[in-house]
């Protein structure tokens, strides 16, 4: 046969007598290609379902006859791109289809990992023909699989909103998860999960290392099958491939496992270890000062450098300058980069100079690929922005993007970042990314479908640049709040503003979701005022810090209108997020229940060797709560054997609460009693009826055998 098929997809085998898997065969092209389980599909081959590509050729004709011709290892798989690609893979499979007539060659290349169960898969398509052909449409993967009854699991919202879990189920016909703007987006994250209901316990997972339109759709079919197509969007795609060019994909992550927390582990391993930059992996993020939802674009330098001194005395250890620092309002001066001169006197790196004094890393906004019509830039090169000719813009935050595909705005970008980063000695900068796409087009990206793609190659290479410049500089992405939070921009940051959306209780369902498929260590948190500035809901200092101790700690408020007793909490919050900040960033995150499905839900992170553990418990209190039963909450991921010392973290509201002893094994199986621990002092301050602890537990010595089990 002339094809490839997936005969099996699941648990890691031991033997290989892989007629076991031998389904049945059928003799006829058509019946073959739609019902057994192809891991490449074009028009032409016989199969109706999604195709993994779409060529329209020289002849007119969207018709391929591509055979399945080889396949090979390939160690330290490398292609020649700007597309991040997931690091130090182990080996290769490449696998190759050659149609004749066409002369086109499709290689499916599927990517192995040291100590991890993801596969990362791409493709290439290569010309071999003396004509030019248009690839309409391209997806990395396609996986066939067996039966109809799957939920899909999407994490999907909008901006403040973001990436709030959804569960489908499949039925009969396509269901698309896609973006169309130009980013990832706040609306449908690239990472999906599919559970398969009835047999036993099978989830597969996907996600897409690219930042740009993506679209995952799964296709329940009619002989008892689905197909899982995932890649770059389609939408307004047309890839003119000349003769002797190769198309290059991004890469698409896939997983299976039996469980859901084990997808969990695994994508956060391989974020951590496989996708953030290399100088980045295992490096703990910073303590955060942030000034924007204390100052807004309202601040004089003496205001900013009292607000240091206080973040210094508290423990912080990075100061950002967010937006206003080179304009008052967000109208203007996008694109240009120039300090505002009636803020900042004796200029930028002066004021840096004395964050740094302080014993304070030092940061700066950007929104570098934006550009506001009212600066120099767009005077000298107005070229420079993203627009047709002709035709009025959208504009989004009165602003218009710039085009990224042209090679010199991104030479300008990166020589003003550059230059700043150099002079200012930044230790960080904020990415940004505050509209999405409309007018796509470019003076100089002659195809008008290859933009997207060709932008996201400018933006890649620039950001490659920037960072092998500066490999120590920490780059937080952010887009709106988490409107881009996906690998590619990870591939080259340390973390991801997760939400504008700062309210505590809102922020856990963003959070949980995030987490489902990416880690702690990648997940932007900060401590915001209360009354919430987005919701108006308030909230104690200590639900907002545990619940932003989920993720990297920041804060975000203005130090100058706290209270004397909201001081100490912070001051003693910080000690203990340092404390215990490579087990909060980097342990092993395990869910206990869920805040979409029970009131009271925890969040527990446990290092290695299980000796110590973090579990954050929250409660969303709402009406018909008194005289309720309080049953015991009971942890997981301890281990049995090891008896640990119990204490709760010392918050201002709450009465000192003494510690305990307990092993391991009574913690995950009958629990703690909770109720009175949530109790707080100061109930008034809670409109937004949440109610936190945290746990640490420490051990105290190891059980040699299960014999001491209780
Ligand atoms: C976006 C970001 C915010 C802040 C503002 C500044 O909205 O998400 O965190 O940086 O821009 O304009």
Redesign the pocket.
């Given at each position: 046969y002339d094809d490839l098929l997936t005969l099996y997809y699941g648990n890691r085998l031991i033997g290989n007598n892989f007629e076991l898997f031998e389904g049945q065969r059928y003799n006829d092209l058509s019946e073959r290609r739609m019902r057994e389980k192809q891991s490449f599909s074009f028009i032409g081959g016989g199969d109706v379902r999604e195709p993994s590509i779409i060529i329209k050729n020289f002849d007119g004709s969207f018709v391929n006859k591509f055979k399945y011709t080889k396949s090979y290892l390939e160690k330290k798989y490398m292609p020649n791109t700007f597309l991040p690609y997931a690091k130090d893979s182990l080996t290769s499979l490449v696998s190759e289809y050659y149609d004749e007539e066409s002369e086109i060659i499709y290689r499916r290349i599927y990517s192995v990992f040291k100590d991890s169960d993801i596969i990362a898969v791409n493709c290439e398509i290569e010309n071999f023909s003396n004509h030019a052909i248009h690839v309409l449409s391209a997806s990395s993967v396609t996986l066939d699989l067996e039966g109809t009854d799957y939920d899909l699991t999407t994490f999907s919202g909008a901006w403040g909103r973001e990436r709030w879990r959804t569960t489908n189920k499949i039925k009969n016909g396509i269901f698309i998860n896609d973006s169309k703007t130009g980013s990832s987006s706040p609306y449908r994250n690239p990472f999906i999960m599919l559970k398969r209901n009835g047999i036993g316990n099978s989830f597969y997972a996907f996600n897409l290392i690219y930042s740009g339109s993506h679209k995952e759709s799964v296709e329940q079919f009619s002989y008892n099958n689905t197909r899982v197509n995932v890649g770059i969007n389609d939408f307004c795609f047309d890839y003119i491939l000349s003769c002797g060019e190769t198309f290059i994909l991004p890469q698409a992550l896939m997983i299976y496992s039996e469980s859901e927390n084990d997808i969990t582990k695994q994508m956060h391993y391989f974020v951590n270890n496989n996708i953030i930059p290399c100088a980045k992996r295992g490096c703990p993020r910073p303590i955060v000062y942030n000034s924007?939802e204390s100052v807004y674009f309202n601040f004089t330098e003496d205001k900013l450098i009292g607000l240091a001194e206080k973040a210094k005395a508290l423990g912080i250890e990075l100061f950002v300058l967010?937006?206003g620092w080179f304009r008052d309002d967000?109208k203007s001066n996008l694109g240009d980069w120039n300090v505002c001169k009636s803020k900042f006197k004796n200029g930028l790196a002066d004021f840096a100079k004395r964050i740094h004094g302080l014993g304070l890393k030092f940061g700066l906004?950007f929104e570098p690929e934006s550009i506001s019509e009212k600066s120099e830039l767009y005077n000298s090169h107005p070229d420079y922005a993203m627009v047709v000719p002709r035709k009025t813009p959208i504009r989004i935050r009165n602003q218009l993007l710039l085009d990224l595909t042209n090679d010199s705005v991104t030479e300008y970008l990166y020589g003003i970042i550059s230059d700043i980063v150099e002079k200012v000695k930044l230790d960080y900068i904020?990415w940004?990314f505050?509209r999405y796409m409309t007018d796509r087009y470019s003076p100089v990206c002659c195809n008008n479908g290859e933009y997207e793609y060709r932008y996201y190659c400018g933006l890649y290479k620039l950001l490659k640049k920037i960072t092998d410049r500066f490999p120590n500089l920490i780059i937080e992405s952010?887009?709106?709040?988490g409107s881009r939070f996906d690998l590619g921009m990870l591939s080259f940051s340390s973390y991801i503003?997760c939400s504008?959306n700062t309210d505590a209780r809102e922020r856990i369902f963003i959070q949980e979701g995030t987490l489902c498929g990416y880690p702690q260590s990648v997940l932007s948190a900060h401590v915001s005022a209360s009354p919430n500035h987005q919701t108006g809901n308030k909230t104690s200092i200590e639900n907002r810090f545990n619940i932003a101790a989920v993720g990297c700690l920041g804060y975000e408020l203005d130090f100058d209108k706290c209270s004397e007793t909201e001081l100490d909490g912070i001051k003693r919050q910080i000690a203990f997020y340092k404390r215990y900040i490579e087990l909060l960033q980097f342990g092993e995150f395990l869910k206990i229940g869920s805040a979409y499905e029970d009131d009271l839900f925890g969040y527990m992170t446990v290092s290695d060797n299980k000796r110590t553990a973090i579990c954050v418990v929250i409660k969303l209190c709402d009406c018909g709560e008194l005289g309720i039963n309080d049953f015991p909450f009971r942890f997981a991921g301890l281990s049995p054997n090891i008896e640990y010392n119990v204490c709760i973290r010392n918050q201002v509201n709450k009465e000192k609460i003494s510690g305990f002893r307990a092993y391991g094994q009574d913690l995950c199986s009958y629990g703690v009693k909770i109720g009175k621990l949530l109790k707080e002092t100061d109930r008034e301050n809670n409109s937004n009826s949440i109610r936190s602890v945290i746990f640490v537990f420490e051990s105290i010595e190891c059980l040699p055998s299960d014999e001491k089990k209780r």
């Open positions: 924007w967010d937006d967000d906004w904020k940004d505050n952010c887009a709106s709040g503003w504008d």
